[in-house]
């Protein structure tokens, strides 16, 4: 019996996505499914380089990558709301610290999570 590798989509294709991209690559069983950044050439840019496809539009990468998870690497004051769209599109999400910049966010991403039945991690990325 081979296990299905979980794949995993990234939003925010920054600086730190690098450091995102190498760590799903050394995990045996994660495979990276899709990329997307509001910032085209930095989308075409890593899309191109990791070999999946690219996004400018996060709900249409949300609807349309074959994922299982997300990587949420975009400014730590959009982490709720992109991880809570993760989520609702019933998506596990993996989000940098800091997972909010207030309590309120982060309390709402975790309700999100709840409720949707998905996993939250928060990791330190460095």
Same mark, same amino acid.
């Given at each position: 019996?081979?296990?299905?590798?979980?794949?995993?989509?990234?939003?925010?294709?920054?600086?730190?996505?690098?450091?995102?991209?190498?760590?799903?690559?050394?995990?045996?069983?994660?495979?990276?499914?899709?990329?997307?950044?509001?910032?085209?050439?930095?989308?075409?840019? /890593?899309?191109?380089?990791?070999? !999946?496809?690219?996004?400018?539009?996060?709900?249409?990468? #949300?609807?349309? +990558? &074959?994922?299982?998870?997300?990587?949420?690497?975009?400014?730590?004051?959009?982490?709720?709301?992109?991880?809570?769209?993760? /989520?609702?599109?019933?998506?596990? !999400?993996?989000?940098?610290?800091?997972?909010?910049?207030? #309590?309120?966010? +982060? &309390?709402?991403?975790?309700?999100?999570?709840?409720?949707?039945?998905?996993?939250?991690?928060?990791?330190?990325?460095?």
């Amino acid at each position: 019996m081979t296990a299905v590798p979980v794949r995993v989509a990234l939003v925010g294709c920054g600086r730190i996505s690098r450091t995102h991209f190498e760590a799903i690559r050394s995990v045996e069983g994660l495979e990276l499914a899709a990329v997307c950044d509001i910032d085209e050439e930095r989308a075409r840019s /890593a899309g191109e380089e990791n070999g !999946v496809p690219w996004f400018t539009s996060y709900p249409r990468m #949300l609807q349309e +990558a &074959d994922c299982h998870a997300v990587a949420v690497c975009t400014p730590s004051g959009l982490h709720p709301q992109h991880g809570m769209m993760a /989520a609702r599109a019933g998506k596990h !999400v993996i989000c940098e610290k800091p997972m909010a910049i207030d #309590l309120a966010g +982060a &309390d709402a991403l975790v309700q999100a999570c709840d409720e949707a039945g998905v996993h939250l991690f928060v990791v330190k990325q460095n």
